[in-house]
């Protein structure tokens, strides 16, 4: 039985790929941040399975990571722990670079020192090409424009660096936008579904969003997580970018999540510059095609389609509040 370790296992893509090495008969273990409140619902359907372990740590602990790593010996550890929003990371900088890029240096060094004979997967972003035109792919020049952004790029850099440097088997997974009825409920395709879910059952009148024309590359989180453990098991290390190759407007999406439950957008959608970043990123729309000629990869559900879905998760959600029942453990799609 192959042994897995997962950071940011909570998370939309840590439950995802939990749920997919579960199935594939890994033992996994993931690492949960220690809080007065549990936040781990997206996995909650999960705490009865015997191969899932989870150990408190966090990525700003040095000797903690590399004890856990001393003490699962993975066979693979795929590290999506990150400060993941874009917006907070102008205001929350020092942590940002903390967790996403010293974090990833920490784990690295963990698994080199126990000389653990592992596979290593980075969750890198889109982020880091920032003002670069698209369609970007692996050649692409990065120019982030957030800290968020320049955390990710140094930590994509120090995984290729110890893939060079120690020969160990590491991945950079370049991912683009990826969502669920499972994001976070403060990125912008969340707030957008479960505002219409909420203004379509009258207990909402509007949603405040901020730039509309940003153009992004959406594609369906369990898919990518499929994509992720596909790296890991190519002969060779080597890194992808993960996406559809179909780009869409912020407003486009808001179209189509807020026409499928039978409103239109412009009725609903305010707007405010608070919401904007200090520094845009116009574009991003991914090539994949190294994914799917190296890995068989291919993404199959697309931004619009994908609206819906997150819509109708989030109005059969609401329709369960309002009828007094209790929230789903996140067995959504």
């Known amino acids: 039985m192959k042994r897995a370790f997962i950071t940011g296992i909570t998370g939309q893509d840590g439950s995802y790929l939990a749920e997919l090495l579960l199935s594939k008969g890994y033992d996994v273990h993931g690492l949960v941040r220690r809080s007065s ?26 000797v903690g990571v590399a004890n856990l790593v001393r003490l699962i010996e993975p066979d693979e550890v795929y590290n999506l722990g990150a400060m993941s929003h874009v917006k907070v990371s102008f205001e929350m900088p020092d942590y940002t670079a ?12 963990a698994i080199n020192a ?6 290593f997967y980075q969750a890198s972003t889109s982020e880091m090409f920032g003002s670069t035109p698209p369609p970007q792919n692996e050649g692409s020049i990065f120019h982030p424009r957030s800290p968020y952004g320049a955390s990710k790029l140094q930590a994509h850099w120090v995984t290729v660096n110890y893939r060079e440097a120690y020969g160990l088997f590491a991945v950079s997974g370049i991912l683009f936008n990826h969502e669920s009825p499972r994001r976070g409920e403060n990125f912008v395709t969340r707030k957008i579904t479960k505002a219409v879910a909420a203004i379509k059952a009258g207990v909402q009148d509007s949603l405040t969003l901020g730039n509309v024309s940003a153009v992004r590359d959406w594609g369906f989180a369990p898919e990518y997580v499929e994509g992720m453990w596909r790296m890991l098991q190519a002969d060779e290390p080597d890194d992808y970018i993960l996406a559809t190759g179909e780009g869409h407007t912020v407003a486009e999406f808001c179209e189509a999540a807020f026409s499928h439950a039978g409103l239109d957008w412009h009725d609903y959608v305010k707007y405010d510059e608070r919401y904007e970043r200090p520094s845009e990123v116009d574009a991003l729309i991914g090539d994949a095609s190294k994914a799917h000629q190296a890995l068989g990869w291919k993404a199959q559900t697309h931004a619009l389609e ?13 329709d369960r509040f309002l009828n007094g029942s209790p929230p789903s453990l996140r067995q959504v799609p």
């Open 37 to 62: 409140s549990l936040n781990r619902s997206r996995i909650e359907h999960l705490h009865e399975n015997p191969h899932l372990h989870l150990h408190y740590g966090d990525l700003t602990d040095g």
């Open 98 to 109: 903390s967790t996403n890029s010293i974090g990833t240096l920490r784990l690295l060094e």
């Open 114 to 119: 126990a000389d653990l004979n592992c596979r």
């Open 306 to 318: 994908l609206a819906r879905i997150m819509v109708d998760a989030d109005i059969d959600e609401m």
